[in-house]
């Protein structure tokens, strides 16, 4: 076991992009965690999703043995977190288990929302934060600036700022010099009860659930009978190990070393995020906080293509649960889909990496609908319900307020595209609260609707501000507002899997949007078929699709016209008769198509 006062924990915080998990590999190399032919880019990003897509999902950890100048040898717990808004649960976690952050930011863009948000994040926990500025080797890069910008947009002292470049491994030595100089050493006691946090859990086809631990007080050695204090589940530790970042088993893990351990864990349940393991023989008297519980803010459901893959669909949900634990589900079934889950979410990026992960490593085949956000009603009776699927709003007769939810944005832009900005916040229902300047950039605070958010918010804030606008938000509590569901009735038939709630402003817009999608996808048939957009009782939007006509009066040539008009007579009422009677069946297609109208 390593002496407490030589080893540090540390978290790598930064917004999008900024250089993390670059950083994170010098680090690696320069500890001589890899060998030179065994590196390759991001290597601690595992997932193919995030190799392709460039962006880290999920936090990992490492453990690197570095010498500093003195000659002493030190024991640093590296964890690279991600930085996408919808990925801010990992890093709370990440950061609940270190003592100490290192705050990257790049030196060509400076201070960006995310940097913002993970700061505060930090310091919530007590972090010492070590800015870090990256990209000097780039001719854009303004690392005076930039140190201004941090004192006058964060309020960190960046006098001792560290320069560095993570693609070349510029004054990487440096930084972890000042780790292990500037970061406070973590505190326990190796004889006191086993105290250890979990971080993190995933599933190894071969090992069961491997379990991420952060140990606080106490040892944690294999064979020993351990019970995780929420669930009271008892398993015998299999195996003790750390990422080096290679699987490397050891015999113990003291106070605050981190590691992982396998125990042939078998169920999901038995491993709750922010749970404390304890020994069982001699258990501790009291349970670390934990974490906060994360709460979904979008909702929408997952059906397997084929009905046969749903408990394929079950199973691989829960596996993936307990790798990601901010999402949720439950099961439900839909008249035209048949039997899924309703899944809730940390964000639009957040059910996108979900539905992908689902779809790659578990070979299903799924039909998404369309998000939505959760809803409070508050009914005439005086009872509040929450609404997550528009298919189960009440009758309108029975509701006396509906509350949505809203969030406290943090929008970063250039001075140009500030008034496009502002624009598309007041367009989409938002209340500014505050707009400052750090030096040429504009921050501007608004209060906006969530379910305005989900959609395209961020690709149009993107596309207005050139790239350079960057966006963050927290949740702000419900608000009443007016709002109502829009059915849409095909044939007269309602279709529960399109209706939507909106604000009634843009119920008519929306409305007219889903029927005229759904005219060019529903199939003709023998009869006319209405597709109208309803709130309540009151249509307000319709498309028609025309019937398919056989010519009745190609037989007749010539003779009196009455003739004609009685052929004509007839189909006209056997039409009529047919659309009491017909049914039309929405092909799946139609409704994956109506269903991803975001895409627009």
């Known amino acids: 076991m390593t002496d407490l006062k030589h080893i540090r924990n540390f978290a790598i915080i930064a917004h999008i992009d900024h250089g993390k998990s670059t950083l994170a590999d010098r680090m690696i190399q320069h500890c001589g965690g890899l060998a030179d032919r065994e590196m390759k880019e991001q290597v601690l990003d595992s997932m193919d999703i995030e190799r392709e897509r460039g962006i880290t999902i999920k936090a990992q950890t490492v453990r690197l043995e570095f010498t500093a100048s003195d000659g002493e040898k030190y024991l640093l717990n590296l964890m690279d977190t991600p930085g996408h808004v ?60 930039i140190c201004q910008q941090i004192e006058d947009v964060i309020g960190l002292d960046a006098t001792d700022a560290l320069p560095v470049s993570a693609k070349t491994g510029v004054g990487v030595p440096e930084v972890l010099e000042a780790l292990v100089k500037r970061l406070p050493s973590p505190v326990g006691d190796a004889d006191a009860p086993l105290k250890a946090l979990l971080v993190d859990s995933w599933y190894d086809p071969y090992l069961g659930v491997m379990i991420l631990v952060r140990v606080y007080d106490g040892q944690l050695k294999r064979g020993m009978k351990v019970r995780m204090m929420s669930s009271g589940s008892l398993h015998q530790v299999d195996q003790v190990g750390v990422f080096t970042p290679k699987i490397t088993k050891c015999d113990v893990l003291g106070p605050g070393e981190m590691g992982y351990i396998t125990a042939s864990i078998k169920t999901v349940a038995d491993t709750n995020v922010g749970d404390t393991i304890t020994e069982d023989k001699n258990p501790t008297d009291q349970a670390l906080t934990g974490f906060k519980p994360s709460v979904p803010v979008v909702f929408c459901s997952l059906f397997p293509s084929d009905a046969a893959d749903f408990e394929d669909l079950r199973e691989s949900l829960s596996k993936l649960r307990l790798n990601d634990s901010s999402f949720e589900f439950e099961p439900e079934n839909s008249a035209a889909l048949g039997f899924g889950f309703r899944c809730g979410f940390l964000g639009l990026l957040h059910l996108e990496i979900v539905q992908e992960r689902l779809e790659r490593e578990f070979n299903l085949d799924l039909i998404t609908t369309a998000p939505s956000v959760a809803y409070e009603i508050q009914l005439n009776s005086g009872e509040t319900i929450d609404l997550h699927n528009p298919a189960d709003y009440p009758d309108p007769s029975q509701i006396a307020t509906v509350a949505e939810p809203w969030i406290k944005a943090t929008i970063l832009v250039p001075d140009e595209y500030l008034g496009a900005v502002l624009s598309l916040c007041t367009e989409r229902r938002g209340r500014q609260i505050e707009l400052t300047y750090a030096g040429s950039r504009a921050m501007a605070v608004y209060r906006l609707p969530l379910n305005e958010v989900v959609f395209d918010f961020y690709d149009r804030l993107k596309s207005i ?92 040539y010539g003779g009196d016209i009455t003739r004609k008009r009685k052929l004509l007579e007839k189909q006209k009422a056997g039409k009529k008769k047919m659309r009491q009677f017909g049914k039309v069946e929405i092909p799946q297609s139609a409704f994956i198509a109506a269903l991803r109208m975001g895409d627009d």
Do not use: W
């Not at 990925?87 to 030196?107: N, P």
């Not at 608000?479 to 008519?508: M, W, Y």
């Open 86 to 145: 919808d990925f801010a649960y990992e890093v709370s976690r990440s950061l609940a288990a270190c003592e100490g952050s290192l705050l990257i930011v790049d030196a060509t863009q400076g201070v960006e929302a995310q940097t913002l948000a993970n700061v505060y994040l930090a310091l919530d926990n007590d972090h010492e934060v070590i800015p870090v500025l990256n990209k000097i080797d780039l001719p854009a890069s303004e690392p005076d600036r």
């Open 465 to 556: 501000s050139r790239g350079y606008a960057s966006f963050d938000y927290e949740m702000d509590g419900y608000e009443e507002g007016d709002l109502v569901k829009v059915g849409i009735l095909v044939n007269t038939e309602p279709v529960d899997a399109l209706a939507f709630i909106c604000h009634r402003s843009q119920a008519e817009f929306r409305g007219r949007m889903v029927c005229d999608r759904l005219k060019d996808l529903i199939p003709r048939q023998l009869f006319k078929i209405p597709i109208q957009a309803a709130i309540g009782g009151k249509v307000i939007a319709r498309e028609t699709i025309s019937a398919m006509r056989k010519d009745v009066t190609a037989k007749c």
